[in-house]
């Protein structure tokens, strides 16, 4: 007998297809069947049939591009996920990831992400300190499987956090015991389950490659098919630059890219550069590159606050950042290359100005008031000039600062996202204290409401496709449709009755109004209400 019937509905499949009316048959985690009509046996309990009352029944969301690799580890974000009808994520991108670590630049790297990761959970850590579960890839994969979820997880491995574990955030070259280490780490990574590996090639140590060794570090996947996944180096002045390296590589080596959270920052990059990068895609198709990407929802991106600074004064790692910062004279220095347009990175003081950063995650009793403020209004409140107060914060709060930027423009997002390659994540950070950005809590259902509902820019089928059967191609996963013999992650929800509460002013808020979400055929929402099933997967590369 069935477990479950779900019934009235208007089906979106996740393949781009218009909805039509049926019914889905459920039994244990996959779907049986889908059919026009059902007779239901007349023991069948009433508790088990779904009556989706006309509403919208769609393979539950997939976000491949989030930053939940320690939430992952304490059901810490399982609720909002599920409320939002999120029942796949995919951790551990932009290089970033919490695993592995290995011991001897354990403390400095964890510390590093902190601001984009957050800190591992209490458990996890020893009394010395350290933390096992991120030592290897394998021991944080043990620990995620032995996480009951109610949210099917995938992880990416950090090629930035593989450069570190083999060799600190020192500059230079990698010695060629050090890439053997890293090739080791790589190669471990993909047994213990790894699904790609994740660039971050703006961040540190990354940004110490080049294009040859950027290519060489990633020798092991070659011919492989497995993907990169890639945080190009800049996204403003030089975008189709650090598109074209990136396209390089993914030739060189003949293996898929995914290109992440795709956006032109600065008003003078929007309009034009967008469309000239469509056509580098093209291209790049053309000759043979499997290539697709991603974008979020919102014109307000998160990361580092130490982003903002130059390459030159990242290099060696948290010491030595503050050391340079401390320096009078390179802090004027510093300021005359943030007021000047660059090639060489990606410059957010001069593309979007103090008035458009946001320190959104302050811990330190002298700064800490002031999160969610920007740069230029904590200036303006203190008294000081904006470019001391930057290096200040920094320095005080021993750069583990997440800001917020707004840095896009809707129209290219939306011609981005109309992109038949594109699909759409939230890139959501967990930053341990101060605001989340909303997308945390609410991307996903951001578009339902104002891009199909609303503005009826995307049809229904167009977003739940992006969301769904068009995420899960990246990285492979058996997710994001809806036909028998699939897993039954399924959301049943009137697209009239979906709220999103989250905003930026109060942005740990759950979405409303998703009936049901099922994962692996157990209902984690049922009218708003969440239950940790425990049925969630972890998804290894197969």
């Not at 902190?114 to 096992?132: A, F, L």
């Not at 992440?260 to 056509?279: D, F, M, P, Q, Y």
Request: hydrophobic residues 35%; proline residues 4%; glycine residues 8%.
């Amino acid at each position: 007998m069935a477990d479950y019937i779900i019934c009235n509905g208007k089906i979106v499949n996740g393949k781009n297809e218009a909805p039509f009316e049926g019914n889905i048959i459920i039994e244990g985690s996959r779907i049986k069947e889908i059919t026009k009509t059902t007779e239901f046996p007349s023991d069948f309990p009433t508790e088990r049939i779904l009556d989706a009352k006309g509403g919208y029944v769609t393979p539950g969301f997939i976000d491949i591009h989030r930053h939940g690799d320690w939430q992952a580890l304490e059901n810490g974000d399982d609720e909002l996920l599920n409320r939002q009808g999120l029942t796949t994520v995919v951790n551990g991108n932009c290089g970033l990831s919490v695993a592995p670590v290995g011991t001897e630049h354990q403390k400095e790297i964890l510390g590093f992400i902190s601001s984009v990761t957050g800190n591992p959970p209490e458990k996890y850590i020893k009394e010395d300190k350290s933390c096992p579960a991120a030592e290897f890839f394998h021991a944080y994969m043990d620990a995620l499987k032995a996480t009951k979820r109610s949210v099917n997880t995938g992880m990416l491995a950090g090629n930035g956090t593989i450069r570190a574990c083999a060799a600190g955030y020192r500059t230079g070259s990698l010695t060629k015991e050090e890439l053997r280490t890293a090739w080791k780490q790589i190669e471990e990574s993909l047994d213990a389950g790894a699904l790609g590996i994740s660039l971050g090639i703006a961040y540190a140590p990354e940004f110490e490659y080049d294009e040859k060794s950027l290519i060489e570090v990633l020798s092991p996947l070659k011919d492989t098919g497995i993907p990169i996944t890639t945080h190009v180096r800049s996204e403003g002045d030089s975008l189709i630059e650090s598109q074209k390296e990136v396209l390089h590589a993914a030739k060189a080596l003949h293996i898929p890219l995914h290109i992440s959270h795709v956006k032109c920052i600065g008003k003078k990059n929007w309009g034009t550069k967008c469309e000239e990068a469509l056509r580098l895609f093209a291209q790049a198709r053309a000759e043979g590159v499997q290539l697709d990407f991603d974008l979020y929802p919102y014109l307000t991106g998160s990361t580092q606050l130490v982003h903002v600074l130059p390459p030159e004064c990242q290099k060696g790692g948290t010491d030595e950042i503050i050391r340079r910062l401390k320096d009078r004279t390179y802090r004027k220095h510093l300021t005359e290359v943030l007021k000047t347009p660059s090639d060489e990175f990606e410059n957010i003081v001069e593309l979007a100005g103090f008035d458009q950063i946001y320190a959104s995650t302050l811990h330190t009793e002298k700064y800490k008031a002031y999160a969610g403020k920007t740069i230029q209004e904590i200036a303006d409140f203190t008294g000081n000039d904006p470019y001391d107060t930057l290096y200040d914060i920094l320095i005080e709060e021993n750069c583990q600062v997440t800001m917020l930027d707004t840095i896009a423009s809707e129209e290219d997002m939306l011609h981005f996202l109309k992109d038949e390659y594109a699909n759409l994540i939230s890139d959501a950070i967990y930053p341990a204290g101060g605001k989340y950005h909303p997308r945390v809590y609410a991307a996903f259902p951001k578009v339902l409401t104002d891009y199909v509902r609303d503005r009826q820019i995307f049809t229904i089928e167009e977003a739940v496709y992006k969301m769904t059967g068009r995420a899960a191609k990246p990285l492979h996963l058996d997710r994001g449709v809806l036909e028998a013999g699939k897993a039954a992650d399924i959301n049943i929800f009137h697209l009239e009755n979906l709220k999103v509460k989250a905003d930026f002013d109060d942005p740990d808020q759950f979405c409303e109004g998703f009936d049901y979400v099922l994962t692996g055929g157990k209902i984690a929402v049922r009218d708003d209400r969440w239950t940790n099933t425990g049925s969630g997967e972890v998804l290894v590369r197969k």
